[in-house]
């Protein structure tokens, strides 16, 4: 059985900054692709980040999010980790982590392309 456990979310200040983690067991990230999805309340799921562990890793990022998110993974804790710098109110969301079944590159952006999904952390950002 699959098992994916975010945590980390928060409520901060614009221009702060937290870092999700996202522990799994039960699924071997060997050659798939691991994500971040948000959605807002009363909003459809948006890919942030994704990793593909393949090919010496390969990140993605949404254009929202460049420069400011980093992605990344620790094999050993069988963690994925959403680093998020300079927050902004539009980042306010409930957070996912996701794990794909395919294998291969590129990571799809589409929810739908993602099997096993954390339960999500609330991350709140005021003006």
């Known amino acids: 059985e699959v098992q994916m456990v975010e945590s980390g979310g928060g409520f901060v200040q614009a221009g702060e900054s937290l870092t999700l983690s996202c522990t799994f067991s039960g699924y071997t990230p060997s050659g798939r692709c691991m994500g971040w999805f948000r959605q807002p309340q009363g909003k459809e799921h948006e890919r942030v980040a994704a990793f593909y562990s393949g090919g010496g890793g390969i990140s993605y990022y949404a254009d929202s999010v460049k420069g400011r998110f980093t992605i990344s993974r620790d094999n050993a804790k069988n963690t994925v980790y959403l680093i998020m710098n300079s927050l902004k109110p539009e980042d306010t969301a409930m957070y996912y982590c996701?794990?794909?079944?395919?294998?291969?590159?590129?990571?799809?952006?589409?929810?739908?392309?993602?099997?096993?999904w954390g339960q999500g952390t609330q991350v709140t950002v005021s003006s």
């Open positions: 996701a794990a794909g079944t395919g294998f291969g590159a590129p990571c799809d952006s589409d929810s739908s392309a993602y099997a096993y």
